[in-house]
């Protein structure tokens, strides 16, 4: 991972780790790559799992990291909610349609009452800056190539049974925070 890359998943985290809930003790990562979000958050008793189909290292003190595809393979590697926070930085934009489907209508079930969906997700332009970046090598773009133009404005219409408690640009606006809640 490059510097680049390293300051962007920096910027992320900084923007959404603010909206885990006060007293949240059990929390899922999506994409965790190798628990970077995790081990970031405050310190306090919770149960931090991750998910992550090129999961880059093994879990640790506290940390329970799983390799696979969310959300199909959760049941097999005893991922299970509920969950008082659920992060997905940087990866609705690598589902496909139907995985796009299939991860919207998992969240709302593994999210205990009151709990987050915590999303970041870049504008679409954001793919051809990319492919700029890549090539002077100045960024490696982790899986850059599955991005396919996903419209971030399409999120809130995802989650019906989720309300929408904040959206956030960053990073000069290419980039969006955004955060769900489940009814208490």
Request: charged share 20%; hydrophobic share 45%; aromatic share 8%.
């Amino acid at each position: 991972m490059r510097l680049l890359d390293r300051y962007l998943r920096a910027r992320r985290i900084a923007m959404a780790a603010p909206y885990l809930p006060i007293g949240a003790r059990r929390v899922l990562d999506i994409g965790c790559d190798d628990g970077f979000l995790l081990r970031r958050l405050p310190p306090g008793p919770r149960a931090l799992q991750g998910i992550d189909p090129r999961l880059a290292a093994d879990g640790g003190e506290g940390l329970t990291l799983g390799k696979g595809c969310f959300p199909q393979d959760l049941g097999r590697l005893g991922l299970a909610g509920p969950y008082d926070a659920v992060f997905a930085l940087a990866v609705f934009e690598h589902f496909d349609e139907g995985g796009l489907r299939q991860a919207a209508d998992a969240v709302p079930g593994l999210l205990s009452p009151g709990g987050r969906l915590i999303i970041t997700v870049p504008h679409p332009w954001v793919d051809a800056i990319l492919d700029v970046l890549i090539a002077l090598r100045l960024l490696d773009g982790t899986a850059a190539e599955e991005h396919h133009g996903f419209d971030p404005r399409a999120l809130p219409s995802l989650f019906p049974g989720l309300t929408l408690a904040a959206h956030r640009r960053f990073q000069l606006g290419l980039n969006n925070l955004y955060v769900f809640e489940k009814a208490p």
